[in-house]
């Protein structure tokens, strides 16, 4: 029997050359077919860019909302309205200048040792760094963000101000006369009482929101397990003891107290909490300084 007849019909061995036509084949058939999935893809994405326009960019709203928040943004911000009133208290040299709550700040550190002029300024820088540090925050920022902060705080700052206009007048309104404090403008120099309230917002915030304000609400949170409740404690308390320091009884540098002027303090006091709080503190500063200066005008 010869050697041909042990191999089946058509199993012959194929030679090199037909086995690298058919690899070369079957390659050039992969390739067709990925060409083909590639155009498919690119169809289906031109036909889709065709019918949905491409996406419009984030609003800058949420970027600046977040900016304003900070703590170096607000140390640039505020850095300036405290060398402007620290220069022009010691060009002045008259302790009209500074406000009530300033010099009661500024009396407790001349009784531990400090210089009012030097440790007050300090104080408020060495807080923002702190804080800023705090954070892993990075030290760049947009100063566009300023301008938007001073717009906002001017417009925060005017409301405040008509608004406080129309409490008094329902309040004279309403209350007794004897219950009423009368709204009548500094007495002295317009200049000297300007920068005076340039020192009010400043500590005021820096004392009432910052050195006590955060921590009552940490200290309520770590007490109550719930934030909510520590924020309106801390605002409640907050308010009443700054209302109670603008006045004689607790502030030798206060004014006579009154029910009403009393009551405006306090509510005027949660409205900066609130600033402070969900707006930032160089926000909370600005609209305390110009509505301060709008009831000097």
């Given at each position: 029997m010869s050697s041909g007849a042990s191999n089946p019909i058509g199993s012959r061995r194929q030679s090199p050359t037909e086995a690298s036509r058919s690899i070369a084949a079957s390659e050039q058939s992969e390739?067709?077919?990925h060409r083909a999935i590639a155009e498919l893809l690119q169809s289906k994405l031109r036909a889709r860019r065709t019918v949905s326009p491409t996406p419009t960019p984030v609003e800058p709203l949420p970027y600046y909302h977040q900016q304003t928040h900070r703590p170096i943004i607000c140390l640039a911000f505020v850095l300036p309205i405290?060398?402007?009133y620290e220069t022009c208290s010691i060009l002045l040299a008259n302790d009209a200048v500074r406000s009530g709550v300033d010099q009661w700040i500024g009396r407790?550190?001349?009784f531990l040792g400090f210089e009012q002029v030097v440790i007050?300024?300090?104080v408020v820088t060495a807080i923002l760094i702190v804080w800023h540090h705090r954070q892993h925050d990075r030290w760049s920022f947009n100063p566009f963000v300023l301008v938007g902060m001073f717009i906002e705080c001017s417009l925060l700052g005017t409301i405040l101000y008509w608004s406080a206009n129309a409490v008094y007048f329902l309040a004279t309104v309403s209350l007794p006369d004897?219950?009423?404090a009368a709204n009548v403008a500094t007495e002295g120099d317009w200049f000297v009482a300007s920068v005076s309230v340039l020192g009010s917002g400043i500590y005021e915030e820096t004392f009432f929101r910052i050195l006590f304000l955060l921590p009552v609400i940490a200290w309520g949170t770590w007490l109550t397990g719930s934030r909510e409740i520590s924020i309106t404690c801390g605002m409640i308390l907050c308010s009443l003891i700054f209302a109670s320091l603008h006045y004689s009884v607790f502030n030798p540098w206060g004014h006579h107290f009154e029910v009403s002027s009393f009551l405006f303090r306090f509510g005027a006091s949660i409205v900066f909490c609130n600033l402070f709080l969900f707006r930032?503190?160089?926000?909370?500063v600005g609209s305390h300084v110009i509505y301060?200066?709008?009831t000097q005008l």
């Open positions: 390739r067709s077919n405290v060398m402007l407790m550190f001349h007050l300024p300090l004897h219950l009423v930032g503190f160089g926000i909370a301060d200066l709008l």
